[in-house]
């Protein structure tokens, strides 16, 4: 399955052999390209959206039929663990995880450790695994845009002093603990919440307590 969120909202990718139940109204079938291409334009525009499934046999040509309807952008991020706590920010008033802009010529390895750096004041910090993409959808003056964002699971490396990058919207970094985790991901985006909660759950009771 290939999730896009959008707002609070996710269009789904399916292959037809992952359908477990019968067609419903917000279900497409189709192999068309340009027919698949409509829907999900319809789908944005639509006052209501709600989530949608659509099956479609060619998943593995999606990013390249997404881009005939976004204009595509990529993010990298990290989830820090330390001492059996992890890292959030509070941006613009939401709880979410560092991350940030690939550079043009940027490893995303790179950008994800620059990015976590630039936005918490933590260096250096160490790449432990990588974790699954997400992928989120906004409109920017007339072009709909989607980021495909990579994430990784760090650690700090050495002593730090956490220090918010406010210039981007940053009011607060903290460490929270594993018990303050389900409150973390009820107010964060749905999208970090539904791809990332499961595996940062797993390796938060594998991480280290100290």
């Known amino acids: 399955m290939y999730k896009v969120f959008c707002e609070n909202d996710r269009l789904n990718f399916l292959k037809p052999s992952d359908l477990q139940a019968e067609k419903t109204a917000n279900s497409i079938f189709g192999n068309a390209l340009d027919q698949i291409v409509a829907q999900v334009q319809l789908w ?9 499934d659509i099956f479609f ?24 663990l330390h001492k059996q706590q992890m890292l959030m920010i509070l941006r613009n008033g939401i709880p979410d995880l560092p991350k940030g802009h690939i550079e043009p010529g940027e490893a995303v390895e790179e950008a994800a450790i620059r990015e ?8 250096p910090v160490k790449i432990i ?7 989120h959808c906004y409109q920017l003056d007339a072009t709909w845009v989607i980021k495909k964002t990579s994430w990784f699971c760090m650690r700090p490396t050495a002593d730090f002093e956490i220090r918010p990058q406010q210039e981007e919207g940053i009011t607060d970094v903290k460490f929270i603990q594993e018990k303050d985790l389900d409150e973390f991901f009820a107010s964060t985006y749905r999208s970090i919440r539904e791809i990332l909660e499961y595996p940062i759950k797993n390796l938060m009771a594998q991480h280290p307590k100290n």
């Not at 944005?44 to 949608?52: C, E, F, Q, T």
């Not at 060619?58 to 990290?78: I, T």
């Not at 976590?116 to 260096?123: A, H």
């Open 44 to 52: 944005l525009n639509s006052p209501a959206r709600g989530d949608m």
């Open 116 to 123: 976590v750096s630039e936005e918490t004041g933590l260096l």
């Open 129 to 135: 695994s990588a974790l699954p993409d997400t992928f």
């Open 57 to 80: 046999d060619d998943l593995k040509n999606l990013e390249s039929l997404l881009g005939q309807v976004f204009e595509w952008r990529y993010a990298a991020g990290g989830v820090v």
